[in-house]
């Protein structure tokens, strides 16, 4: 005989309580609340200094009115234009000279020493000079960030052009593939995964790159939030900006996740 609905229902609804409990999103979570209750408790008591940290009660306040002020919402529309702006150029100009580089090697050998002298250059060191040529604007903002996410996307690329299994060519010669074909049917596919991690590494950097061009020099933006908050000692609406500015940060990371396992069926 089966074991009667009820049964089953009794012993089904525990499994599922501990599942939940032992799931990571769960175990984040409660890692999340213990660091917010330790951080208010620390700060009412006088363990922490709130004049540096703040409290996670007075920080809600501030990130609140910032939302319904429309103060966080035009602040993040200027970083961002300049932000997507920077890193769609970098991601399709990286990805196409990489790939030439790795499938074309006589252009990989040629080019590759100038990619790794301007690659060692310090990208945040240069702003001074962007914004001599170009002023304080998003122009700068988006060239720091295309210069901050380019090289990563662009050695990925070649990487994994470059390491493409030579069986996997000979195969596709063997079926008659055209040089273009081979490319795009067995090359493109083979150095995805590479592309997606330089596409990740590269977007990361981008948001760093921007934050702190706007610290450097800027009329508007998170970064630039940031720095006045912080020299103002606003420390609770300071502390507000950074929490958001790494919400956006979690935001496009996990969107990176979503396009990852998207684009990987096609490999």
């Not at 032992?22 to 363990?47: D, H, K, N, Q, Y």
């Not at 690329?157 to 010669?173: E, F, H, M, S």
Request: charged share 15%.
């Amino acid at each position: 005989m089966g074991t009667p609905p009820g049964d089953r229902l009794e012993t089904s609804e525990p499994a599922r309580l501990r599942a939940f409990a032992r799931s990571p999103g769960t175990l984040s979570l409660l890692i999340l609340v213990a660091i917010l209750a330790g951080w208010e408790a620390g700060g009412r008591t006088g363990v922490l200094d709130t004049f540096f940290f703040s409290t996670p009660s007075a920080i809600s306040v501030k990130a609140w009115e910032m939302l319904i002020d429309g103060n966080l919402l035009f602040h993040t529309l200027r970083t961002g234009y300049a932000y997507v702006a920077g890193v769609v150029a970098a991601i399709a100009f990286g990805a196409t000279v990489g790939l030439a580089m790795g499938w074309w090697r006589r252009f990989g050998d040629v080019v590759d020493p100038y990619v790794v002298f301007f690659s060692a250059m310090p990208r945040i060191a240069l702003f001074p000079v962007i914004i001599l040529i170009f002023g304080i604007g998003d122009l700068s903002r988006t060239i720091i960030v295309f210069l901050g996410v380019v090289f990563p996307v662009l050695f990925n690329a070649y990487i994994g052009a470059k390491q493409t299994p030579r069986l996997l060519i000979d195969v596709g010669r063997v079926f008659g593939y055209s040089h273009n074909r081979l490319f795009t049917a067995v090359v493109l596919p083979a150095a995805l995964p590479y592309l997606i991690a330089g596409f990740r590494i590269g977007v990361t950097l981008g948001i760093i790159m921007i934050v702190v061009a706007e610290f450097l020099a800027a009329s508007a933006g998170l970064g630039q939030q940031i720095a006045v908050t912080a020299q103002s000692y606003q420390i609770a609406e300071m502390w507000a900006w950074v929490l958001y500015t790494s919400c956006y940060a979690l935001l496009i990371v996990r969107g990176m996740d979503y396009f990852e396992r998207w684009t990987m069926r096609w490999a």
